[in-house]
């Protein structure tokens, strides 16, 4: 089966699209992946938006994704469980990958995205290693360390957006989509930090937390004026891939280039609430209001 990089189709009657009754069917996969997306990651839903329809869905897709593994690595009570789960979950992805279709009713939609665009094997195969990652490491050393997770559990996640945003130049845009990655991802670090020690996590670099005099174990969960100091060192980290991904957008086509701004300056935003709450990521968590993100996501879309 060929496929069409630009406007692959999404729809129920194709061989591949077609299930026995108990299946769904590919149009039921990307719909599935939408329903969690706009459940689990509002912001990039309301993002989404402003992209081009036919590309839309497989964004859901790729999320849909991130979505399943994530929640086997957090959802799971036994770590040997989980590992297990995330094994059937790769397996599965790849086996769908080589017969070019799979059962899977939320990775039927993965595999057809990423035959679509040729969306290699190892940028799957680094991501699941990430994910494994966070079954067994709880601390990260230095940001070096800590990079590499974010290889696979972020940069990587832009390399895979990239060709469905179409560049008008894939090369020169590559090391700006990987910066956007991370940043998305490092604001996440900073706004869950509570969240991330319920589950024994620490994701910021211990040597970094022990340079600006934090408890590297946070036990204390102290905001005081070493962490707001820390803080302030991390968020700076982040404004300076947001500028730097700003060049990458600047070469995708001007519905795309909306969409991915608008998930841009909503991750932004979080990083000023968290300011607002006075650092205090241990108690609060910095949410962007609805009508908020509505009114950008209209914004962008009206200007591309």
């Not at 939609?109 to 290699?120: E, M, Q, S």
Request: net charge neutral; proline share 6%.
């Amino acid at each position: 089966m060929s496929f069409t990089a630009s406007r692959p189709p999404i729809t129920g009657g194709t061989s591949h699209a077609r299930a026995a009754a108990s299946m769904v069917t590919l149009a039921d996969s990307y719909d599935r992946n939408r329903r969690l997306l706009r459940t689990h990651g509002t912001t990039y839903y309301w993002a989404t938006l402003a992209l081009p329809a036919p590309s839309r869905p497989h964004v859901h897709a790729l999320y849909g994704l991130c979505r399943l593994a994530d929640d086997e690595v957090d959802l799971g009570a036994d770590p040997d469980d989980a590992a297990r789960r995330l094994d059937a979950l790769e397996g599965a992805l790849y086996d769908g990958l080589a017969r070019g279709a799979t059962d899977h009713p939320s990775l039927k939609a993965v595999v057809f995205t990423a035959r679509a665009y040729g969306l290699p094997a190892e940028v799957f195969s680094r991501f699941f290693r990430s994910m494994r990652t966070d079954l067994t490491v709880t601390r990260y050393r230095d940001y070096d360390e800590l990079s590499l997770y974010m290889d696979g559990s972020a940069a990587v996640i832009g390399e895979m957006m990239l060709p469905i945003l179409e560049p008008a130049d894939p090369e020169a845009a590559l090391a700006g989509a990987r910066d956007l990655g991370v940043a998305f991802q490092l604001t996440n670090f900073l706004r869950d930090v509570g969240e991330d020690l319920d589950r024994g996590r620490i994701y910021f670099p211990r040597d970094e937390l022990i340079a600006f005099g934090v408890d590297p174990d946070l036990s204390g969960r102290r905001v005081d004026g070493a962490w707001r100091a820390f803080c302030r060192f991390q968020i700076e980290r982040m404004h300076t891939l947001y500028r730097l991904a700003d060049e990458a957008i600047a070469l995708l086509p001007p519905r795309s280039a909306g969409a991915i701004r608008t998930a841009r300056v909503l991750y932004s935003q979080i990083l000023d609430r968290v300011a607002a709450n006075e650092f205090d990521v241990f108690t609060r968590r910095a949410r962007v209001p609805l009508p908020r993100k509505l009114a950008v996501a209209a914004r962008q879309r009206l200007a591309a």
